[in-house]
């Protein structure tokens, strides 16, 4: 009979069987008569066990030299060990050396310390690693939590395009592109000014993809290239916005927390800071905020925009996201709904994580009157042609309606407590790197 294939995720429920595990050498211990080859397969990692007696020379020679990264599969019997990371061990019987990785040209990445820039020119190799992998693995727990809330919650997925005609962020930020013919496109901020077309088709909506920003930040939180989740609702306000962001949120922490607690724990992630992430989450206001950073000796004015440092100071009085409410008019962008008792400001809410990780969630609710949002256009110098069908939503049946994104690497970032959001991403784009 032939033995079966199984993934290392599956292992602890085949003990006492003779399997066979196709993967990569992760690393190889020796010790006199027997080694300890550890093989990753991308669902784990397992420790297996070579005794010389028990093999035929060539094979025991063969695993003894084999180097870091060769791809291999091995057949052995599974045996129950405590003491082994998955509970399991498997105890060699044969080899077949898929692809031996040469000792001239040896896997770059070696368990001794490398240097930042390293590991990024490296990163297509990097992914490989423990660390690396258990980050992916949540951002993908992460990714799947945010589309089940919506999927479950009445939101239809309706892709919005990546060419886009013109800006929704400010026109300082876009990535300009030649299309046909001397056209000029850019590449997307935000899907948002498509999902307020499709709400009022749909109802309640959502986008999910890749957005552009061409901000030459070279900070910890900012990507050229990010993912991002838009939600958008008809017939709603800018409490609506916050209940959902909240729900989403808590759901999505806990999917992490249910699912994904050996990758946290490789992390070495402090699991209380997570489990504290529950509704109700504090709510401020833009005035309420300015005063505690005075307080705390920032230089903020009333007017100014927060800076990182300022949302860092901000989220250090909470243990769960402060939702920041009713930010001045002028430093947002142009579509948002003013308060009607207070014109001066905006009915938008940024969400600020714990732990200094600073703003996963922007959003708000949206101007609805005709009107006063081509005058908007015209004061933020916006092209009107690129906005007439963003106005006819305004003549065809306009509600007021809201909505809001949140950035996946940051969201990422937080909930692994990394440095930096250059580790979220499989490949990052940042300000000084477009490979590999
Ligand atoms: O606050 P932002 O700019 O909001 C919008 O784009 C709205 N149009 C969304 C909407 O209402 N539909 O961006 C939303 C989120 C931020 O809170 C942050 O999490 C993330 O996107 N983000 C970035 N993430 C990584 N790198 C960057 N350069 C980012 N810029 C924004
Ligand atoms: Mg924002």
Known sequence: MAVPRITIREAGSHTGQTVEIAGWLYNLRKSGKIVFPLVRDGTGIIQCVAVKSALPEAV??????????????????????ERAPGGVELDVQGVQVVQRVPESDPYPITPKEHGVDFLMDHRHLWIRSRRQHAILRIRHEIIRAI??????NGFTLVDTP???????EGTTTLF???YFDD????????????????????????TFGPTFRAEKSKTRRHLTEFWMVEPEMAYATLEDVKRVAEELIVFVVRRVLENRRPELTTLERDLSKLEAIQAPF??????????????????????????????????????????????????????????????????????LAPEGY??????????????????????HNLPREAFDWYLDLRKYGSVPHAGFGMGVERCVAWICGLEHVRETIAFPRMLYRTTP
């Open 60 to 81: 025991f020679d063969e695993l003894k030299g084999l180097t870091q990264e060769s791809s291999l599969i091995v057949t052995g019997q599974l045996r129950a060990e």
């Open 147 to 152: 589309r089940d809330y919506f999927d479950c």
């Open 162 to 168: 990546i060419f886009t005609p013109a800006a929704c």
């Open 176 to 178: 300009e592109c030649n």
């Open 183 to 206: 056209e000029k496109v850019y590449l997307t901020q935000s899907g948002q000014l498509y999902n307020e077309a499709t709400a009022m088709a749909f109802g309640k909506v959502y």
């Open 282 to 351: 504090p709510r401020i206001s833009y005035d309420e905020a300015v005063s505690r950073l005075q307080a705390k000796g920032s230089q903020i004015q009333w007017g100014g925009d927060f800076g990182g440092t300022d949302e860092t100071l901000l989220s250090e009085d909470f243990d769960r996201p402060v939702m920041v409410d009713r930010y001045p008019a002028q430093v947002k962008a142009f579509y948002f709904q003013p308060d009607p008792d207070r014109p001066d400001v905006v009915l938008g809410v940024d969400v």
């Open 358 to 379: 600073g703003e996963i969630i922007g959003g708000g609710q949206r101007i609805h009157d005709y009107d006063l949002l081509v005058k908007r256009i015209e004061e």
